[in-house]
């Protein structure tokens, strides 16, 4: 079975630019995560969602920051504009529900210059 | 305060010995989940382990064996006769239902190094 899908696996982008990363979860997965890697604050939840629904964006820095789920098999994260302060590896995980066990997709490395 | 402390910044060890790589939690819930995950150098996020509270029984699986200590409140994961292949970051999670939710919160990872 595939495991989580993230596209792209890089992104470089110039400040004040749209980025859009993309997370497919694994089939038949009802909750998906969005975490955020970074030297300073290690890896760090942004955003959760279950059933589609969003649970817990508490993690979501600021405004900039926006995540959308319009079907189960489907997830962006969006920040606009971006910052160099966003520079960080992005990961989306999946799970059976939000008790279970998480499993991570590549990663998105993203760049800001 | 950290929930989940990895004392532990880097391990290098020669290959074929065994090593530890220490894990130490806070928590108030009484149920909650412990997790070990292993980021190679690819950087990708592999999932090891997963327990619960109430389950304290030692694990083991090939070379890895997992050691909770409820007393200790520690998760320690051991390699046994490590290889080259072991070289990774490990994090060492913590999730808490009823405090934080679905929330995993990672420990800052053991860089760990077996050399040839």
């Known amino acids: 079975d595939a495991g989580v899908i993230q596209s792209p696996r890089h992104e470089v982008t110039e400040m004040g630019q749209e980025v859009t990363l993309r997370c497919k979860p694994i089939?038949?997965?009802?909750?998906l995560f969005w975490y955020r890697q970074t030297m300073m604050r290690g890896l760090e939840l942004l955003i959760y969602f279950n059933n589609n629904v969003p649970i817990d964006d508490s993690g979501m820095p600021e405004d900039r920051f926006s995540a959308k789920m319009p079907n189960a098999s489907f997830s962006t994260l969006k920040i606009q504009p971006s910052e160099p302060r966003d520079s960080a590896v992005y990961f989306c995980?999946?799970?059976?529900?939000?008790?279970?066990?998480?499993?991570f997709g590549p990663g998105t490395r993203l760049l800001v210059l | 305060a950290q929930k989940v402390t990895q004392a532990q910044t880097e391990i290098s060890v020669v290959e074929k010995e065994d090593v530890t790589l220490d894990c130490v939690y806070e928590t108030r819930d009484t149920t909650y989940y412990l997790f070990w995950y292993k980021q190679p150098p690819s950087g990708e996020l592999v999932f090891l382990i997963r327990?619960?509270?109430?389950?304290?029984q030692n694990e083991i699986s090939g070379r890895y064996s997992w050691n909770f200590q409820k007393s200790t409140s520690s998760f320690n994961f051991t390699i046994t006769a490590s290889q080259v292949v072991d070289s990774a970051v490990y994090f060492c999670?913590?999730?808490?239902?009823?405090?934080?939710?679905?929330?995993?919160?990672f420990g800052e990872g053991t860089q760990l190094t077996v050399n040839p």
């Open positions: 995980a999946s799970s059976r529900n939000r008790w279970e066990t998480q499993y």
């Open positions: 999670a913590l999730s808490e239902p009823k405090t934080s939710g679905s929330r995993l919160t």
């Open positions: 327990r619960n509270s109430f389950d304290e």
């Open positions: 089939s038949g997965h009802n909750s």
